[in-house]
């Protein structure tokens, strides 16, 4: 199984400052044959189901307001959101869809400071 | 707009049965793959199993511990998927999501889900 580890655990930013979460594959989740990386991020608010963020990295799904930005290949990613605002308090994800089984980071709780 | 209703959770006993529902709206259903997610109280994220639609075989596949006990299905003239979990475990309680998938190339990801059912197993 590949294992996704996320840091940090916990993340306090101001509003209006950047905020980074990062992610770590235990083996790649570049595919060769298109040179996509199968990897996704997810935004949890209390009491609600994950919402998609990010596809193959970085593509942004529809709607996504631009603040929130996905990097890296390989085997490490990040997660920027460039100027944090109020309701992106929540958790965050990022699950490989490489092969099965899925498996996703123990995510990040992103807090306001 | 695209729905997913979850829907037959509830407090069961260790070793007993349940089957949850996922009633889909807002798309073409067979068409799409479906899949399977829980989270336990306070905790991450779990993928369960899903299943191909009918022009991949209609086959599931299953995260290794709910192999054997629980079993995937779909009605397409419902536009309905199915989670029937036996020998239930004190483990397994969570909320259960179901999702409609997006893939490409053989490759899947889930780009909605739905609000989740909560299945509590306890004596």
């Known amino acids: 199984d590949i294992v996704m580890t996320q840091s940090p655990d916990s993340l306090a930013v101001s509003l209006g400052e950047r905020a980074t979460i990062n992610c770590k594959s235990s083996q790649s989740v570049l595919h060769s044959s298109n040179n996509k990386n199968y990897l996704a991020w997810y935004q949890q608010k209390p009491g609600r189901p994950p919402k998609l963020l990010i596809l193959w990295a970085s593509t942004r799904e529809s709607g996504v307001p631009d603040r929130f930005s996905g990097s890296g290949s390989g085997t490490d990613f990040s997660l920027t959101i460039s100027s944090l605002q109020a309701e992106d308090v929540a958790v965050y994800y990022c699950?490989?869809?490489?092969?099965?089984?899925?498996?996703f980071g123990q995510g990040t709780k992103l807090e306001i400071k | 707009e695209v729905q997913l209703v979850e829907s037959g959770g509830g407090l069961v006993q260790p070793g007993r049965s349940l089957r949850l529902s996922c009633t889909a709206s807002g798309f073409t259903f067979g068409d799409y793959e479906m899949s399977w997610f829980r989270q336990a109280p306070g905790k991450g994220l779990e993928w369960v199993g899903f299943?191909?639609?009918?022009?991949?075989?209609?086959?599931?596949e299953y995260a290794a511990s709910v192999k054997g006990r629980f079993t995937i299905s779909r009605d397409d003239s419902k536009s309905i998927a199915y989670l029937q979990m036996n020998s239930l475990k004190t483990e397994d309680t969570a909320v259960y999501y179901c999702t409609k998938m997006s893939c490409s190339g053989g490759n899947c990801y889930s780009n909605f889900w739905g609000q989740g059912t909560l299945v509590t197993v306890s004596s």
């Open positions: 299943i191909r639609s009918k022009a991949y075989g209609g086959t599931a």
């Open positions: 699950q490989q869809h490489y092969s099965t089984p899925w498996t």
